[in-house]
């Protein structure tokens, strides 16, 4: 299985890399080379990676090494559990909110997010629903909900190139 960022040249995409100042506007979870599981504005959903890729471009991407059954298990268990579930756009209003403080008038950015929703998330929320056996840690969604993608990847990534967690970068 691999996370990845991506960004397309949808407005909203366009506005959230110049806003955090990143190269990339979305997290995912891609199982299997077929399969996206993530969460846009139409909420948490299921799609098929090569339709992906004709909308996005991926900016960074990092494999992790895990077994058939256990990547098998995260993604009947993502969309059982949350396959349907809504997208938190409270949330993404205050993250925008506190971001648009912070450039322009250098308020600091929270650690967490105030208007989080139960059972709505932000695409880096899914990292959060990830067992703990497949990524070694557990943050919280309210956290990740104020983190960016890039901050979310560089973190993955650092723990893959440290040995922490075993994975190979791919870009």
């Not at 403080?101 to 629903?129: E, H, Q, R, T």
Request: charged share 25%; glycine share 6%.
């Amino acid at each position: 299985m691999r996370f990845e960022t991506a960004k397309n040249k949808l407005p909203l995409s366009i506005i959230i890399r110049w806003g955090t100042n990143s190269k990339s506007s979305h997290f995912l979870s891609v199982f299997d080379n077929k399969f996206v599981i993530h969460s846009n504005f139409t909420g948490v959903n299921l799609a098929w990676y090569n339709y992906f890729l004709k909308h996005n471009e991926i900016v960074r991407s990092v494999q992790i090494d895990c077994p058939l059954d256990l990547e098998e298990r995260t993604y009947q268990g993502l969309l059982n559990s949350d396959d349907g579930d809504g997208y938190d756009f409270p949330a993404l209003a205050y993250w925008f909110w506190r971001g648009l403080l912070n450039m322009l008038f250098k308020v600091p950015v929270p650690k967490k997010n105030a208007w989080s929703s139960n059972n709505l998330l932000l695409c880096l929320a899914i990292y959060g629903k990830m067992p703990y056996e497949l990524t070694g840690q557990k943050i919280d969604d309210d956290v990740l909900e104020m983190m960016t993608p890039d901050t979310l990847i560089d973190m993955i990534i650092k723990r893959v190139e440290s040995g922490e967690l075993k994975g190979h970068v791919i870009k």
